[in-house]
Each structure stands twice: as C-alpha cells, then as structure tokens.
C-alpha cells in the first residue's frame, strides 16, 4: 500500500501509466482512463479500513482520491456518470460507484454530498443496463453485456444495497437474468459473453468467468448447498491459483475473483487457497528500488493496467481475509 500511496499524484487522482510522475518503476499500464485507476488505487485502503474520517496516516490520501473522483464526475439525467473516459467506460464507473458507495457506508458522519453521489451513481448503472439482456458492457445500454464489466456494476449495486442506499428491484431481476443467460452446465461453469457461440476476446479466460459467475450468483442470492454452486466452487479449487505449477506467473485477474469467492463461500478449500496464494504474493513481491512492495506479472489483460492493477489486486487479494468493507463481509456476521 506504501507503493500505491507514494504514486498518487497532486490532484488526488492516479494514473495506470505512472511513468509521467514517477521515472524511477517500470511497467506502467497502457489504459488512459484516470477515474479506472484512481478508483482502483483506493479499493486497498478502503478495504483495509481507512476512510477520508477515520484518523490513520492514510486519511488524506483517501480524502483527494474521493475528492478527484467526484470533480471528475458529470451529472447527467440518467444519474452520476463516471464513464466518459475513454472507450471502455462503464469499467471505470463500475469501480468508481465501489469506492463511492463503500466509502459512504463506511463514513462515521454522513455527509449528503457523498450520499448524493453514490447514489446517483447507482442510478446511472440502472439507466445504463442492456434492457433486454440484463448485463452491461463498455458503453451505456451496449448490448450485449459482458460479465466482466456487469461484475462491477452487480458489486457496487450490492455495494450500495449494504450502505442502504436505494437500489431497484427490477434492475436485480434483470441482472439475474443476464448471469443465467451466460451459465454453462447449469450454472456450474460461465461464459464471457451469454451465447456461448459469441466469441468473447474479453480479458477472461474460461477459468476467470466461471469465478466471476459463482461469485455473483452467491452476491444475488445462491448459498452453499446448492449443487451447481458446489460443483463450481470444486472446480475453482481444483483449477487451482496458477498457470502451471512452479510458474511465477498468474492471472491476477482470475485469481482475485476466485479469492473472493472461494473467501465467501467459506469451506474446506479456503485454508489452502489462501496459504498458496499469500506465499507466492510474498515470494512475488517486488524488493527493488522505488519498485519496492509492488506486484507485475506480464499479462494479456493485466498489461492494460500495468503495476498499478497488479498491485491492487495483489493487494486486494492479500487482505481479503482481514477485509471490514462491506461487500466483502461474510455474510451473517
Ligand atoms: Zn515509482
């Protein structure tokens, strides 16, 4: 988190391509969009408990990046839209409406300009669903949704549901409808897109949709015990976090999700899961330089993102266990 800290740059906001303002790390992403990274870069500190109210060193950091987010923002009919940069927009709204939300719910004192904005967002995921299919993709209304970008938008409507603020049903049902539009073998495996003879040149791999699926469907309702959910989860766990065994390289991506699910739906396979894959963030860990304490693994998908995406989600991963945002909470407790 010191990596991520020490690359926020003055306005508050950061930059996947770092190299601007800091000549000294490597690998900096190649995607342009600044609300995509700076939302990114304060899911970590949220996630570990740090807020813009909160006395922690990290207090300011959190307060210009929700800051940056909100100026950058542009009230439209249909809600708060954080998508305008860029082509892929709606991934960048989609985290963006996280951090707003988690942010909001997590706030000691409620201020109205920060419930105002979450939920604005949230009405602006609501008016940009694909209204036959259910699902979102890069722009608003695209059809047909991908679940890579719905993943987001499914998170922060839940997100915004747990913070109590308002989320319609209707928007619930539909996106229902779209996860089961792309579930494969009754829900046990997911596609990227919901025909699976549309071809999906997503940034998911099989293996990474099938933990994004069964991630969502236990968010919208599914509990262990059901036989597709059981089987899914089995499968993750035998497919394991890596590429190949002894492979320093993975997809930070996939294995996020599957973290997440596996983490959520809470059984014999965690354990394990989560001592393989903190040993090898440990032993991945970069210890050179101002690079220190970062994460890159040279990635189809993850390139787009550069250091930055793959230390979020290094990150991200590592404190899933210990994580007190909302979202993240097990459920009943
Ligand atoms: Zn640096």
Request: proline share 4%; net charge neutral; hydrophobic share 35%.
């Amino acid at each position: 988190m010191q990596w991520i800290a020490a690359h926020q740059r003055k306005d508050g906001g950061w930059n996947f391509g770092f190299e601007e303002t800091c000549r000294q790390c490597s690998n900096g992403g190649e995607h342009g969009s600044r609300i995509a990274a700076t939302a990114l870069a304060l899911l970590p500190f949220l996630g570990a408990g740090y807020t813009h109210q909160a006395d922690s060193p990290y207090k300011k950091l959190v307060d210009n990046g929700l800051f940056f987010l909100i100026k950058r923002s542009v009230e439209e009919q249909r809600g708060l839209a954080l998508n305008h940069e860029g082509s892929q927009g709606m991934y960048s709204h989609g985290i963006a409406s996280i951090v707003l939300c988690e942010a909001y719910a997590m706030s000691l004192q409620k201020q109205t300009k920060l419930s105002h904005a979450a939920q604005e967002s949230l009405r602006f995921i609501e008016n940009a669903q694909d209204r036959q299919g259910g699902g979102w993709r890069y722009r608003p209304n695209e059809s047909p949704g991908d679940l890579s970008v719905s993943a987001w938008q499914i998170m922060a409507l839940k997100s915004g549901k747990l913070a109590g603020l308002h989320v319609s049903q209707p928007t619930i049902y539909l996106a229902n409808d779209f996860l089961e539009s792309t579930a494969m073998d009754g829900g046990r495996r997911f596609n990227y897109l919901p025909d699976f003879n549309l071809r999906g040149t997503g940034p998911d791999s099989p293996k990474t949709s099938t933990a994004t699926g069964l991630l969502l469907r236990m968010y919208l309702g599914w509990e262990p015990g059901d036989e597709m959910l059981d089987d899914g989860i089995a499968t993750v766990a035998q497919w394991g976090p890596f590429n190949r065994k002894n492979d320093l390289s993975c997809n930070l991506y996939y294995v996020y999700y599957a973290t997440l699910a596996l983490h959520h739906y809470d059984n014999k396979y965690w354990k394990h899961w989560n001592s393989e894959i903190r040993e090898f963030l440990i032993q991945t860990q970069s210890n050179r330089g101002h690079e220190a304490g970062s994460w890159y693994f040279p990635d189809h998908y993850c390139d787009t993102g550069g250091r930055l995406l793959n230390t979020v989600l290094a990150a991200l991963i590592l404190e899933t266990p210990y994580r007190i945002m909302p979202l993240f909470r097990k459920p009943k407790q």
